[in-house]
């Protein structure tokens, strides 16, 4: 069974387009979190909602809209596509939203703007 | 502002070899450490994590990590390296005291293991 699943794998669109990335966990966390690993492979956290509410929102520009429909889903939403957006996008979960709460991660989605 | 700083950025060793990946990071305050790794193609795994206790933390796999809180450091090591051992490993912070769980990642180390 997958824990947190996100779809697709992998987006390949062009500059200027919106598009949607999913993600699901199965495991009755109440915090999720979006990050972004860049070309370098430098990951840095970009949202985290607890029981549906906004908790962190680091300096992302506004074209990234996440969106928290319940507890087990957290939709990531980018409009006007840009090349660095290209990138590896990892969707994570965790019960309870303490620094001590271990954070169990999607398989990624590669987001390619071309 | 917290950072972690993963001095080996590629790490190649043999079979059987012993293996030391560095992790610093900064922060005035009380910490909570992990390494996390990611093998080829697959997501991140957490390995071991510190929190409180004692400063040598044993993980998953023969992995172990020890915290020198005057060093600011906590370094990974495994005694002898598999080949299945060929990942890319990262270090990462969250401050206790926090009001989130934000995890600050290093730039991760890509160790690949000869047979």
């Known amino acids: 069974d997958t824990a947190v699943s996100q779809t697709p794998k992998y987006l390949v669109t062009q500059m200027g387009n919106d598009k949607s990335i999913k993600c699901e966990q199965n495991?009755?966390?109440?915090?999720m979190y979006w990050y972004k690993q860049d070309s370098k492979k430098f990951l840095k956290i970009m949202f985290s909602?607890?029981?549906?509410?906004?908790?962190i929102n680091e300096t992302v520009p506004n074209r990234f809209s996440p969106k928290s429909p319940d507890k087990a889903h957290l939709n990531l939403h980018i409009n006007s596509l840009e090349l660095g957006d290209s990138a590896v996008y990892f969707c994570?979960?965790?019960?309870?939203?303490?620094?001590?709460?271990?954070?169990?991660f999607g398989p990624g989605t590669r987001l390619t703007v071309l | 502002a917290q950072s972690v700083s993963q001095h080996n950025h590629h790490v190649i060793l043999s079979e059987a070899a012993s293996l030391e990946l560095g992790c610093n990071y900064s922060y005035g305050g009380t910490v909570n450490l992990f390494w996390y790794v990611q093998y080829p193609g697959q997501h991140l795994q957490l390995l071991l994590k510190y929190f409180s206790g004692d400063p040598l933390v044993k993980g998953i796999k023969g992995f172990e990590a020890e915290f020198i809180k005057s060093k600011f450091s906590f370094n990974l090591r495994k005694p002898s390296v598999q080949w299945s051992d060929t990942a890319e490993y990262f270090c990462a912070v969250s401050a206790t005291g926090g009001a989130t769980n934000k995890l600050i990642f290093g730039t991760g180390t890509l160790l690949a293991v000869q047979p």
């Open positions: 994570a979960s965790s019960q309870g939203n303490q620094p001590y709460n271990e954070q169990f």
């Open positions: 909602y607890n029981n549906k509410e906004l908790i």
């Open positions: 495991l009755g966390h109440d915090t």
